[in-house]
Structures are given as structure tokens and as C-alpha cells.
């Protein structure tokens, strides 16, 4: 290697109470080039760039830029040296002007007190011709749209000197168009001689604009390769690969039993969904889910899934179309009345959604049903009793103590905890939104085995996972979430971690079935 | 529900969590209130040449050491439970309540009017409910209003009670100074039906003090609060939207109902205090009963770590305080209390989450 | 009734609540609820009355009203921002605790419970009708200092910025706890120098004599939507309904109670949105990192 790479990380470790995030990861990101890094979420993309970024000290391990040890140091010394993060969540004020927002914490004066507005205006002018990122500098940032805010973004690091930026998901808010002008200025940035990391997990991007690619899987780094010298769908599977499979590729046989239910299952019709800034983040979707079939949603995180589910429990207004549950019209209702209409939903945020932590296991166990565990409005806390009994026996959970703090249980048994609920009471469609997160082996083929009981017994189940392979062997059909639309629905015995992998990355762009 | 072969291993059982757990976060800022207003007091008692150590035994003799005293006490413990009660209640929906003066003096007010309005041979017991009511809905009223305003409109509800004091309480004056007042004075005339005994009626070695069956009625609120938050679905309820909005959302509690529910009856609550005051001691209504008492159930409130029974114990601490202050007065200005007052709240506050980070990292160090 | 005399009363009756006003935008512009300013204000005017009765200097009674006032809220400060405890448990107890320590230290120095003895003040000329007072031009010109101080120094985009993105702040490099303590520090002094005119202007310190002018002061605040001038002209309109109402004292137009309840209800007026939102600065409140 006859040149100084402008960053090494090696033997990276950071771990977060029984969390390691970064296990032995490492990174060597050569001047001048666009290098993507590439992962699913939780795979330690970021947690690794923020120890670049000073934001972070490493356990163990080692961070160089340009030959130089920078291993533990801080943001302000970053900043100095020319590190620049464009955070995934602008760390803009939104009542300041562009301005305002670029010269915070290095303020231009006049006689020392007064703020120099108009040499922070010229300034901000000048890179901004100088960079091609044009924006105007006292607009409020309240006023510009997500491309333009992300601009702005940039040229806050630019503005402090950055030669070594790191952008974080940075197409994860922008249209087709914005990201189009978002790699000319990288192209533009680049060819001035700066450094740009990428992090991503949209790999059809990653192909057009990087020169070299890093691939992490949990925790680690698996692979490193030139763009050129890769296939998407070989970078898929590094990707989204498994060293454990979990089902061993075992399929599970339909079980035949649709359609003769006096159930209808669950039925969405162009269901449309606004975020924020105007952008549709579900898009005139429709599907339906049979009693007794499991429809299993794939997809990055990121495209739809969390709103999708959110929509569905009552927890998000919708914009436009209809949602019914055995062919009632529940898209107007609270949750409670869903609740009522039979739907069940296992949240993915475990921790601020589906429990309170506060809270004994039994009091987390009727969560949602607690009208039925009292009378005249008086709790029944010998049902309460006999229902965490039931609960804790059938579900195994640890500790077998129905009085401890929810708090104080690990996420499996937290997790066993809210699947006991969810599928303890009468539904007819189940909406499962990563449901082995964080959960033990064991547990997991425990959770599975209930979603599969609850399939026989003619429940309609929804499951989104960021997990692959648990979708590919639990559903009768699947679809691939992209962008707020199902790029397409195929019955599980064409799917395959290869075909499901190009449209979730966006390559292929089938119709939904 | 099939059991995996995983199954059969857990046997359930129902320990509630090791009492030192529990006590621990419970316990720890109280005591370090108690800790910091000893040292406090025992600068400000050397400040002025006397002796702590004397002082405390003259300030425990002057309250429970004697039967009038400890009857101040147990007065001045009635109002701050009542207060103390609403403050706490609404904190458990995760809502602040700093209304509680206006409360109380509304509720008073109510008490005192219907005092008025009942005819004299009225049965006690029928008149003190009655009176109870109006002193209840009356600081319900007062309470709704905040409510209101932050469901419909999302108006943060510290401000709105903050204002609303002022607003209901120069109301409440007008209508005394302008029409309902016996001449010479800012009171109201002496009401003739729904008068409570007074301890001393019943042993007369609380003779003198004012201490009277409105604390009864304290104790009874008092369990009424526990008994709604810890047994019944309401409670459930209000309490989740407390711990983690969000979960409660998930769970089909409509937050907004709670919010409104529980401002509502935490003024009720407030208002209730009004009949120590009205009914139990000076039998009318006087401008300015209220003092000091709605600011200081936050501070009750925060020491009895919003639990009903701890709000008791928290009221006699406090009340302890400030009868205390005028049985050392020969030694020591009352004033003193006062401090102590502002020190022993910023203390708590403090420690608070304070104590609860050092907890926290210690149990997940030895977890780990 | 005299346009000349009422003006000048109720410049008079707003000086107070323009210091505290101003104090308070800046803390809460820094994301710090600030229910203080009685408890500041009070303390400045004790502050300056000791001052003043030992040295017979009402320049030194200021020095230690300011004095008195940042002491006070360097305890809010530290309590709130060090430890994060809940701001608003704290503002309520700094007010109790001001009420407090002026009422013990009342008896400690001048064995009453009630007042001081008479101190000299500023000014003093009948025919000046208090604008020989060097305080009252002071306080006149605290709002635009104020503004300025928000608007056109880096110390003010720095306050603005971390009372609505304190992450942003932190990210490039501002520290976000030294901008909240030094806006503590000065909503601590203004609202202090408030108290410091009240009790100078009136020669002597009573008892909780500056009965709810810091809370009148926080609904300008408020009703000013966090803008300095804008909390200085609801200052003034407070003060003009005081005036009236003391000017027509007598004639029972409106009863005094109901013009005392004007600043309130105008602010939770504000609060509700009826007449245009008040939308507070986005981390008030929340000093939790």
C-alpha cells in the first residue's frame, strides 16, 4: 500500500452494558475514494463511525487517520482535524436560519460582542457556490425541504473544514431526484480531493456512487471489496447472511386450511400514509391476509414496515384507503376498538411501546385487556393471579416471579411476556412486528412454534422481520417492502434469500401482487 | 396453548421484589431530606447562639410532646395530606398540579356557602357530605380547567394552574370583600349547619388546638386514593399513562380521558382540604386560609414519593416543621422554618434522580 | 386623570416587572422554566436593603442585591442543570426559600418580622417623579439590551440554539450546560435588580413584598411569546392596567380584583392558542440529556 489510508480502524470493540455493538470491526478507507458502508441496522455501522467521530471512545482497538493515532479522542479534536459527520437526524435548529445554523459555535465578530451577520451571510454564500450546494442563507430551516435541509447539513461540516466526511443514511429522506443531486455533490466533493464514507444499506445506490465497499455484520466486518469487483446480490448476501441459520432452510407446508373460516383475515385497501415533509412513507398499498396463512413482510428497515404496522394497530393516522378485519371496516377506530374487532399486535419497540417497565409482569400481562381482569371497575387480582400463572408456565418465563418489575427481566423473557399476551387472548389477526429481536435461540423457536400454532388454529398473521430467514420459514407468501410500496408478493416456495434480496435492495422492481 | 418442552421448568410465584429494592428508591430521599434539613437547622440554630441539640428537644416537646401540640400538628397535617393528596395523584398521571391553593380556597369557599345555605337542624352527617361535595366540585372546577386546556389545546398545565391561583383566588376575595363579608373582617359569616366536632370536643386534652374530625375525613381520601390507583382499572389506567404514555396508547387507554380525569379529581382532592379550615376550626370562610398550604403539597407530595401513605407521613413531617417553629420561637425565630422548608424540597428534588442514577448503575454493574 | 402623571406611574409600576421579564427570556430561551423570578426578586430587594442599611450607599445596596440574586439562582442553576432535578419542583422550592431566608435574616438583622427600618434610596425629588432614579432608566433599557444581547451576539444565537436543538448545540461544540448556567445567572441578576427598585423605591423591605410581581413578570414572558421587546410592551400593558386600576380607584368602574387577574388570564389566553399560539422554546423543561 504506497499511500497513508486516510482512516484505519482496527480490532474495533465497544460494547454497551451486554450489548456488543462492535466485535473486533475494522475499516480502511483510502484519500480521495467514496467508500460505502454497508449493513443492516443494528450490524454496528454507526456506532463504529461515531468513535471516528469522537462522539465515542472504543473499548479496544485501535483508529488512525492519515497515519496518525487518533484512537479515544473527542469532537471538538475530530472537528479540528477534519472529520465531518452529516447525522442521520439533522442536528439542525429549526427556528435558525442557515446561517445561524453553519457559523453556531464558531461565530464571526465584529468589535468582539456584536454577531457578524453579514460576513457569516457572505461566508455561507461563498461555499455554498464554491461546493455547488446552493441554498440561501437566511432561510429558516423549518422552510426547507429534506434535500435542502441535508445541504445545509453538509455544509456545516465543510464549513469547519471537513476533508473526511461521514455521511449517515443519507438517502434514507430523500426523493429519486434529490439523490441524484446529492452524488454530484459528492462526485464534485470527491473530485476536489475529500474522503467520504457512505453508510447505507440501499445497495442499489451504493453501486452507483461508491469506488470501494465494507460490508459489517453484527458487529463485525465481513468483507471488503472494490464496487467493480462485486455483484449487488453477492453484497446482499454478505449482508443479510446468518452465521447461525435458524430454521435450516426447513420449509414449513402450507397448511391448506384458508378460506373455509367464518373469518375473513385482515384486508388493506390503498392505504396511504404521510410522514413527515410531505413524502408518502406508505404508498397506496393493498393486501390482504387469509385466516390461518402468515403473510411475512422482508425489507430493510426503513421502507414502510414500522409505519405499515402502526397504521394498521390504530397507533398512526392515515392519509387515504381502508383497513378491515373480518370484513369489518376498522380504519377509522381507536385501538381499543381494534382490539375489540380481534386484533392482536407484538410491537417492535419492546421497551417504550409493548411494556411498562414500571410495572409488575402480571400488570404487563393484561395490558390492553385489563377490562376483562376487573368488575364494576374493581380489579380481580386473583384473575390477574391465575392469568400470569397461566402465562409464566406456558411460556417458560424467567423469572417464574409474576410480582418483579418488568424492568428487571432480560429482553427474551420481556419479549415471552408480551408474545404471552398478544396470542393469550382471543384475535383473529396478529400483527408481529420483529418478534425475535433480541430474544435468546431457545425462545426464539419457542415464539415461532406459537406463531405456527396460531396459523393452524385459522389466525391471520402479519409479520414484518428484519430477519430473513425467519420469514422465509415461517410465511405462506412474502412480500418485500421498498419504499413504501410492496415491490412484490410471491408465495414462499419461489422465494429465496437471493430473489427476496434484489428487491430489497432495490434492483429489481416487480409489481405487487 | 401448547407447552413447548421448554415449559415445566417455571414454577410461577408471587414475591414481590426484595423489600430492600424497593425500599431503597422509595426511602433513600426522604431520609436525605431528613439529613440535610438537621444540618441546615443546625446552622442557622448556632447562628443565633443556641444550642441544636436543645432546640430539637424543645421542638419535639412543643409537638408531640404535648397533647395541644401535637393537635396543631395533626391540624396542620389534615390540610397538607388533602393537598399533598391532589398534588400526588396528579403526578401519578404524570400531570403538575400547582393549583392546589386555589383549590383549597375554592373548596373552602364552596363548604362555607353551602354551611350558609343548609338550614340550621340539619343532620351533621347529611350536611358534612353535602358540604363535602360542594367543596370537592368546586376544586374539581378549578382543577378542569387546566384540564381542559392541555387536552384540547395541549396548554402545558404547570403555567395554567400557576395562573389560574391568582385569577381564582382575587375571584374568591371579590366576593368576599364585595358582598359576603361580616363587617371589619374578610370572612364570611359563621355557618350554621355542617359544623365538625373539634378533638378537644372529644378529649379535652387537645383543648385549645384545632385539630378536628376533618382529619378522619383526610384518612378516609387517603385510602379512597390508594384504593382507586392500586385496585382498581381506573388506577391501571391513570398510573400507565404515568410510567409510559406511549405503552398506554398501545394498551387502547385513551390518554387524553386520564389527563382529563385526573386534574379533575386532583382539584377535587384539594378543594376537599377546604373543610379542615371551614368546617372543623374557624366555621367560616377567610380570605387568605389557603397560605402557603397548595406550594407546600408539592413538597409533601415529593417526600411521601407520591404514595397516599406516604403523603401522611410526609404531612406530619412538614406539619411537625411548622407548629415546631412556633414552640422553639423563644429560641430561635420561627422563620428558621421556613428555610428549612425551601431546603429540605430542593434537597429531595436532588436526590432524587440522583439516587435513582447511582441505583440503577449499581444494579446493572453487579448484573452484568 | 392627568396623561403626564399616568405615564409616568406606570413606568413607574413596570420597571420591576422589565428586569425580571427580561431575566426570564433569557433563561427560558436557554430551555430553563423559570418560575424564580419572585424568589430572585425578593431576595434583591432584601439584598439591597442590607446593603443599604450598613453602608448608607444605595450603589452598594444594588451591589448586593445582584449579589443576592445570582447567589440564588447559581442553587437553581446547579439543582436543575448538575443534578437534574425537575425545574419546575425547584422553582416552587427557590421561591419558598426565598421567602424564607429574607424572613429569617429580617429577624436575624433587624429583629422584625414584618419590615426593615427606612433606607435611603436613589432620587428623591418630588418634581423628577422618580426619573431622577438612575435604576428606573436602567430598567428602561434592559428590554433592548436584552433583545440585543439575544439577536445579535453569539452568546444569544448560542441560547437560542441550545433552548431548542440542545443536541445540535453539542455537536458542534457549544456546551450546552455553561450557556444554561450563565442564563440562569443572568435571569438571577435582572430579576434581582427588579427586587433591588421595588424595595429601594419604597425605602424598605417587607415581608414578601414583591407579591406575585415575578409571576406577573413570567406571564409577560409568555404573553410576549419569549421575545424580549415583546415581553417589555406586555410588561407595560400590565402595568397600565395597575395604573388604571389605581387611578380609578374609588369610582367602581371595574373592581381591582378583576384588573388583577388581567395578566393572567391574557396569558393563559396565550397559552391555549386562542388568539395565536404561544409556542414555548422546544426544550424547556427538559434538562435531561
Not at chain 1, 185 to 208: A, N
Not at chain 3, 107 to 124: D, I
Request: glycine share 10%; proline share 4%.
Amino acid at each position: 500500500m504506497s499511500e497513508t489510508p486516510a482512516i484505519r480502524m482496527e480490532g474495533i470493540e465497544k460494547s454497551f452494558g451486554a450489548v456488543r455493538a462492535n466485535r473486533g470491526a475494522s475499516l480502511e478507507v483510502m484519500p480521495g475514494e467514496i467508500h460505502a458502508l454497508v449493513g443492516e441496522n443494528g450490524a454496528g455501522k454507526s456506532t463504529l463511525m461515531r468513535m471516528l467521530g469522537g462522539l465515542m471512545k472504543p473499548d479496544a482497538g485501535r483508529v488512525e487517520v492519515f497515519g496518525r493515532d487518533v484512537t479515544g479522542w473527542s469532537t471538538g479534536e475530530a472537528i479540528s482535524a477534519g472529520i465531518g459527520i452529516v447525522h442521520q437526524h439533522f442536528m439542525l435548529v429549526p427556528t435558525l436560519s442557515v446561517a445561524e445554523n453553519l457559523v453556531l459555535g464558531c461565530e464571526p465578530k465584529t468589535r468582539g460582542v456584536v454577531l457578524d451577520y453579514k460576513r457569516a451571510s457572505d461566508d455561507v454564500r461563498k461555499l455554498s457556490t464554491e461546493t455547488g450546494l446552493v441554498i440561501a442563507p437566511e432561510r429558516l430551516i423549518s422552510d426547507l425541504s429534506v434535500g435542502e435541509a441535508q445541504r445545509v447539513e453538509i455544509l456545516k461540516v465543510l464549513f469547519r473544514g471537513a476533508r473526511i466526511l461521514v455521511l449517515d443514511e443519507p438517502t434514507a429522506v430523500l426523493s429519486p431526484p434529490e439523490v441524484r443531486e446529492l452524488w454530484a455533490v459528492l462526485r464534485r466533493l470527491r473530485d476536489k480531493g475529500d474522503t467520504i464514507v457512505l453508510i447505507t444499506h440501499r445497495l442499489d445506490e451504493v453501486v452507483e456512487i461508491s469506488s470501494a465497499i465494507t460490508v459489517m455484520r453484527a458487529g463485525q466486518t465481513v468483507a471488503r471489496v472494490k464496487t467493480s469487483e462485486t455483484t449487488p446480490a453477492e453484497i446482499a448476501r454478505l449482508m443479510v447472511g446468518r452465521e447461525v441459520s435458524l430454521s435450516a432452510g426447513k420449509r414449513v407446508q402450507p397448511s391448506g386450511r384458508t378460506g373455509s373460516q367464518p373469518n375473513q383475515g385482515l384486508e388493506v385497501r390503498n392505504l396511504s400514509v404521510m410522514g413527515s415533509r410531505g413524502i408518502r412513507v406508505i404508498d397506496d398499498v393493498s393486501f390482504s391476509v387469509k385466516p390461518g396463512e402468515i403473510l411475512g413482510i422482508a425489507g430493510v428497515e426503513g421502507n414502510g414496515q414500522t409505519e405499515l404496522i402502526e397504521a394498521l394497530a390504530g397507533l398512526r393516522s392515515t392519509s387515504a384507503g381502508e383497513i378491515l378485519i373480518d370484513g369489518n371496516d376498522i380504519t377509522r377506530r381507536s385501538v381499543a376498538k381494534r382490539h375489540d374487532a380481534g386484533l392482536s399486535h407484538i410491537p417492535e419497540d419492546r421497551l417504550r411501546r409493548a411494556l411498562i417497565l414500571e410495572y409488575t409482569v402480571a400488570n404487563n400481562l393484561i395490558l390492553g385487556v385489563q377490562k376483562y381482569f376487573s368488575r364494576n371497575g374493581v380489579m380481580d387480582r386473583d384473575r390477574v393471579k391465575e392469568n400470569a400463572a397461566r402465562a409464566i408456565t406456558s411460556f417458560d418465563i424467567r423469572p417464574p416471579n409474576a410480582l418483579l418489575a418488568a424492568r428487571a427481566l432480560s429482553g427474551g423473557n420481556q419479549q415471552k411476556v408480551v408474545v404471552a399476551r398478544e396470542m393469550g387472548r382471543g384475535f383473529s389477526v396478529l400483527l408481529a412486528s420483529q418478534p425475535t429481536r433480541g430474544v435468546d435461540v431457545g425462545a426464539i423457536e419457542f415464539i415461532h412454534q406459537q406463531l405456527l400454532n396460531a396459523r393452524a388454529q385459522g389466525k391471520a398473521i402479519l409479520l414484518v422481520s428484519a430477519e430473513l430467514n425467519e420469514v422465509l420459514a415461517l410465511s405462506d407468501r412474502i412480500a418485500v417492502m421498498y419504499r413504501g410500496k410492496f415491490a412484490t408478493v410471491l408465495p414462499s416456495a419461489e422465494a429465496s434469500e437471493d430473489v427476496l434480496g434484489e428487491y430489497m435492495i432495490g434492483t429489481k422492481k416487480g409489481s405487487a401482487a | 396453548m401448547s407447552a413447548s418442552s421448554l415449559a415445566g421448568e417455571a414454577k410461577p410465584t408471587f414475591a414481590a421484589a426484595p423489600w430492600r429494592e424497593r425500599a431503597e428508591e422509595a426511602l433513600i430521599p426522604p431520609l436525605v431530606a431528613l439529613l440535610v434539613a438537621l444540618i441546615c437547622g443546625d446552622l442557622l440554630i448556632l447562628s443565633y447562639g443556641q444550642s441544636p441539640a436543645a432546640v430539637y428537644r424543645m421542638l419535639l416537646e412543643g409537638t408531640w410532646g404535648n397533647a395541644y401540640g401535637f393537635g396543631q400538628v395533626l391540624y396542620k397535617a389534615t390540610t397538607l395530606a388533602f393537598t399533598g393528596l391532589a398534588v400526588s395523584f396528579g403526578l401519578r398521571a404524570g400531570l403538575f398540579n400547582i393549583g392546589g391553593e386555589s383549590q383549597l380556597a375554592a373548596g373552602g369557599f364552596a363548604a362555607a356557602l353551602m354551611g350558609l345555605v343548609l338550614p340550621v337542624g340539619t343532620p351533621l352527617v347529611l350536611a358534612l357530605l353535602i358540604c363535602m361535595v360542594a367543596a370537592g366540585a368546586a376544586g374539581g372546577v378549578v382543577g378542569a380547567v387546566p384540564a381542559y386546556l392541555k387536552t384540547r389545546f395541549g396548554a402545558h398545565e404547570v403555567i395554567v394552574t400557576i395562573m389560574l391561583n391568582f385569577i381564582v383566588l382575587a375571584l374568591l376575595n371579590w366576593f368576599i370583600a364585595g358582598h359576603l363579608h361580616v363587617p371589619e373582617t374578610l370572612h364570611t359569616p359563621e355557618i350554621h349547619a355542617g359544623v365538625l366536632p373539634r378533638l378537644a370536643d372529644i378529649d379535652s386534652r387537645f383543648h385549645g388546638s384545632a385539630a378536628n374530625l376533618a382529619l378522619i375525613v383526610a384518612v378516609l381520601v387517603a385510602t379512597a386514593v390508594w384504593f382507586y390507583l392500586f385496585r382498581t382499572r381506573g388506577g391501571y389506567d391513570l398510573r400507565a399513562v404515568g410510567l409510559q404514555p406511549q405503552a398506554a396508547e398501545y394498551g387502547g387507554i385513551s390518554v387524553n380521558r386520564v389527563w382529563m380525569r385526573a386534574l379533575t379529581f386532583s382539584g377535587a382532592i384539594a378543594g376537599m382540604g377546604g373543610i379542615n379550615y371551614v368546617l372543623g376550626y374557624k366555621h367560616y370562610y377567610e380570605d387568605g386560609f389557603a397560605s402557603g398550604a397548595g406550594f407546600l403539597g408539592i413538597a409533601v407530595a415529593l417526600v411521601g414519593r407520591n404514595h397516599p401513605f406516604g403523603v401522611i407521613i410526609a404531612a406530619f413531617f412538614f406539619a411537625t416543621l411548622s407548629q415546631g417553629g412556633l414552640a422553639i420561637h423563644a429560641f430561635v425565630p420561627k422563620q428558621m422554618m421556613d428555610v428549612l422548608q425551601g431546603v429540605v424540597i430542593i434537597a429531595v428534588a436532588t436526590a432524587v434522580p440522583e439516587v435513582r442514577r447511582i441505583l440503577r448503575s449499581a444494579r446493572r454493574r453487579s448484573d452484568a | 386623570m392627568n396623561p403626564i402623571s399616568f405615564l409616568t406611574q406606570m413606568i413607574r409600576i413596570a420597571i420591576p416587572y422589565l428586569f425580571a421579564a427580561s431575566g426570564g427570556v433569557v433563561a427560558e430561551r436557554a430551555g430553563i422554566v423559570s418560575l424564580t423570578l419572585e424568589g430572585f426578586m425578593l431576595t434583591g430587594a432584601f439584598a439591597a436593603v442590607l446593603g443599604t442599611n450598613y453602608t448608607g450607599s444605595p450603589w452598594v445596596g444594588v451591589l448586593c442585591g445582584v449579589l443576592g440574586g445570582l447567589i440564588f439562582s447559581m442553587i437553581h442553576a446547579v439543582a436543575t442543570i448538575r443534578y437534574r432535578a425537575d425545574q419546575v419542583v425547584v422553582g416552587v422550592a427557590i421561591n419558598l426559600l426565598a421567602i424564607g431566608v429574607t424572613r429569617f435574616f429580617l429577624k436575624l438583622f433587624f429583629a422584625s418580622s414584618s419590615n426593615s427600618p427606612r433606607v435611603t434610596g436613589f432620587g428623591g425629588n418630588i418634581n423628577a417623579a422618580g426619573f431622577d432614579n438612575p435604576l428606573l432608566w436602567l430598567g428602561l433599557l434592559v428590554a433592548p439590551v436584552m433583545a440585543f444581547v439575544i439577536y445579535k451576539t453569539p452568546f444569544g444565537l448560542r441560547v437560542r440554539a441550545v433552548g431548542e436543538h440542545p443536541d445540535a448545540a453539542e455537536s458542534v461544540g457549544v456546551s450546552v450546560k455553561r450557556v444554561r448556567y450563565a442564563a440562569v445567572a443572568l435571569s438571577g441578576m435582572l430579576a434581582a435588580l427588579g427586587g433591588v427598585y421595588l424595595a429601594l423605591d419604597q425605602h424598605q423591605f417587607t415581608d414578601q413584598m414583591t407579591a406575585g410581581r415575578g409571576f406577573i413578570a413570567i406571564s409577560a414572558v409568555i404573553f410576549g411569546r419569549w421575545d424580549p421587546l415583546r415581553a417589555a410592551a406586555a410588561c407595560l400593558l400590565f402595568a397600565a392596567a395597575e395604573t388604571l386600576q389605581i387611578q380609578l380607584q374609588g369610582s367602581h368602574a371595574i373592581p381591582s380584583q378583576f384588573i388583577e387577574m388581567i395578566p393572567y388570564a391574557l396569558t393563559i389566553i396565550a397559552l391555549a392558542g386562542v388568539v395565536g399560539r404561544a409556542v414555548p422554546p422546544a426544550a424547556l423543561g427538559k434538562a435531561e440529556d
